[in-house]
């Protein structure tokens, strides 16, 4: 079992709507979570940072996390067609600025 | 523009042959990560240097090798290239302890044939 799984996608919604995309993880030691946002032909770019358990929320992205269920999710509302992208979740024992354990991803394409 | 610079972007070489990945780091940040990107990996930590000292080491292969020089970029140095080297190897910078992640470069996609 990998320590982080991500459903595979891809996923195609249109624009306007609720994007939902979550990850599983293994190693209760996690403590930081983060979603990278990536674009074709460029690096992962941090999108939201969360520490232990708890909501989060920036503009139209909310991250939950759930330690107890060893789940997090990160929603989108009103959804655009410039969210489209591969986002990655990760997670970190020690610190963001640690080794991160990385999904395999997810891209996203929002039909205008 | 992240501000983390990596060369070359793209790279063709055969099997069996050494090659060299430069980092620059974005301006005041001392640490350094490597990561490489497959299709059916996903992203995977290979190593951290942190003011030139080696902080973290992941699943990084023995033909692989890396260090941070005194002006703090960084190196990777792929040898014995194997067809299954080849991949997206991401370079990424920040500053510790932040509770901020870092930031990443845009990659060198390495093809080997």
């Known amino acids: 079992q990998k320590e982080v799984e991500q459903d595979p996608g891809p996923l195609s919604v249109p624009e306007g709507a609720i994007v939902s995309l979550n990850c599983t993880y293994s190693n209760s030691a996690f403590q930081y979570f983060m979603w990278y946002r990536q674009y074709s032909r460029k690096g992962p770019e941090l999108l939201m940072y969360?520490?232990?358990?708890g909501n989060k929320e920036d503009g139209r992205f909310t991250a939950q996390v759930d330690k107890s269920s060893k789940y997090i999710s990160l929603f989108i509302r009103d959804s655009q067609p410039s969210d489209s992208a591969t986002y990655l979740c990760a997670m970190s024992v020690t610190g963001a600025n640690s080794k991160l354990t990385f999904g395999k991803g997810i891209t996203l394409s929002v039909r205008p | 523009d992240s501000g983390v610079t990596q060369t070359p972007k793209h790279l063709i070489t055969a099997t069996g042959q050494r090659v060299t990945l430069r980092c620059s780091p974005r301006s005041g940040d001392l640490s350094v990560y490597w990561y490489q990107q497959s299709l059916d990996q996903g992203l995977q930590f290979l190593i951290q240097y942190y003011n030139g000292e080696e902080r973290a080491k992941g699943n990084i292969l023995e033909r692989f090798s890396a260090q941070q020089f005194p002006d703090l970029h960084s190196e990777l140095n792929l040898s014995s290239l194997e067809l299954g080297d080849s991949a997206l190897y991401f370079c990424a910078s920040g500053t510790a302890p932040s509770t901020y992640g870092y930031t990443f470069g845009s990659g060198t996609r390495l093809t080997v044939v």
């Open positions: 969360t520490y232990s358990s």
